[in-house]
């Protein structure tokens, strides 16, 4: 799936990974309503997307972060494998970010994705970091083996 959405990026002429966090949740939103994987169910939760913010210590200090992720749950020798494909924006904490909270809001449907896309285009948490840079962003796929 990384490799993808790298290509899906390339494609569509956005840098690797975007540099602004509403343009890579709308790259996200546009390849998940486009790009389908055939070993997955997307009537049963199997591919999904969400959008999560918040201030959080992975151990490296707290950031604020914004984060779209795609999963996809596979049925695999009667096991579930879910495998996460993360566009993560980092930025310095700061009284205002830490005031925007924590939440997320997940699009469980390609046919919802005008709602999802509505809701991200509208948040408050993009258009205050929309104009601000970030620490870090990421690219990453974590896979369930």
């Known amino acids: 799936m990384l490799d ?3 290509a899906f ?23 998940y309503g486009t790009v ?3 070993d997955v169910e997307v009537e049963d939760d199997g591919d999904m997307l969400v959008f999560q ?5 992975w151990g490296e200090g707290a950031f604020f972060e914004v984060d779209a992720t795609r999963q996809l749950i ?4 009667d096991d579930q494998r879910i495998d ?3 566009l993560t924006y980092r930025f310095a904490p700061s009284a205002p970010l830490s005031e925007l909270g924590s939440g997320e809001f ?12 509505a809701y991200i285009n509208n948040h408050v948490v993009l258009q205050v970091l929309n104009p601000l840079s970030s620490v870090s962003s990421e690219l990453s796929m974590e896979a369930d083996v």
């Open 36 to 38: 389908r994987f055939p």
């Open 106 to 117: 997940w699009c469980t449907s390609p046919t919802n994705r005008s709602e999802f896309e």
């Open 53 to 57: 913010w918040g201030t959080y210590d």
């Open 84 to 86: 996460q494909l993360h």
């Open 9 to 31: 990026l390339k494609q569509h002429r956005e840098s690797v990974p975007p540099q602004k966090p509403l343009a890579g949740v709308s790259a996200m939103s546009l390849f």
């Open 4 to 6: 993808e959405f790298r």
């Open 74 to 77: 596979r049925e695999v020798d």
